[in-house]
């Protein structure tokens, strides 16, 4: 079946704008996840989505990081105001049990 | 505070060997632990997983062992294959929390 899968694969923008990642998860995966990994670092967990649940937003680093889940599927993290240490892959996963994780591509963002 | 280190950023072993990759963690109250494979340009591909209340683990040529007493825990590939090269992230999960901490990884190159 279809795995995770993010849009779009790269994105470049400039300083201060504002970018939005897509996220399309296992279908029937209840749980979502958004990781970022920065250059030679281990992935950092930034949000997680349960169900009906409000969603944990303890690992966002700042306010101008935002993610929504509509209709239980589709995700979209949003960052606001780009910085250069925005700079990383962003990888969304999704989940059936709670534990075991499984990865899309991964959405590579550089600010300039 | 890094409650989950790799502590060996690269290993190198010979086709058909054993490879053994090795995790230690802090934090006594995660009760599950995970083993994610990544290629470059590739999202983690989940490998193995163990429960805090087992030892031992195992799915074809890997093995996870936990040794709780330690709070420690290795993957074992037996016998190595070239394909193994990749980075490989151990991670954590605590109770409900849902979200994943990982270690900084450790790159296996398999030798021909």
């Known amino acids: 079946g279809a795995g995770v899968s993010q849009s779009p694969s790269n994105k470049v923008t400039e300083k201060g704008k504002d970018v939005e990642l897509r996220c399309d998860p296992i279908s029937g995966h209840t749980a979502l996840y958004w990781y970022r990994q920065s250059l030679g670092q281990g992935l950092e967990f930034l949000i997680y989505?349960?169900?009906?649940?409000?969603?944990?937003k303890s690992g966002l680093p700042s306010d101008r990081f935002s993610a929504e889940r509509t209709g239980g599927s589709v995700s979209t993290l949003t960052i606001q105001r780009t910085q250069q240490e925005d700079s990383a892959v962003y990888l969304c996963a999704s989940s059936s049990t709670g534990v075991e994780q499984y990865f899309g591509p991964g959405t590579r963002l550089t600010v300039t | 505070d890094q409650q989950v280190k790799q502590n060996s950023p690269s290993l190198s072993v010979q086709e058909g060997r054993i490879s053994i990759l090795n995790c230690d963690y802090t934090?006594?109250?995660?009760?599950?632990f995970l083993w994610y494979k990544k290629y470059p340009a590739e999202g983690p591909t989940f490998l193995i997983s163990?429960?805090?209340?087992?030892d031992k683990n195992e799915d074809g040529r890997f093995t996870v062992f936990l040794n709780k007493s330690a709070k420690h825990l290795s993957l074992h590939i037996v016998p190595s294959q070239p394909g193994d090269s990749a980075v490989y992230f151990c991670a954590a999960k605590r109770g409900n929390t849902g979200k994943l901490i990982f270690g900084q990884g450790t790159t296996l190159q398999v030798k021909p």
């Open positions: 934090n006594s109250m995660f009760d599950y």
């Open positions: 989505f349960q169900g009906n649940s409000a969603p944990d």
């Open positions: 163990i429960s805090s209340i087992k």
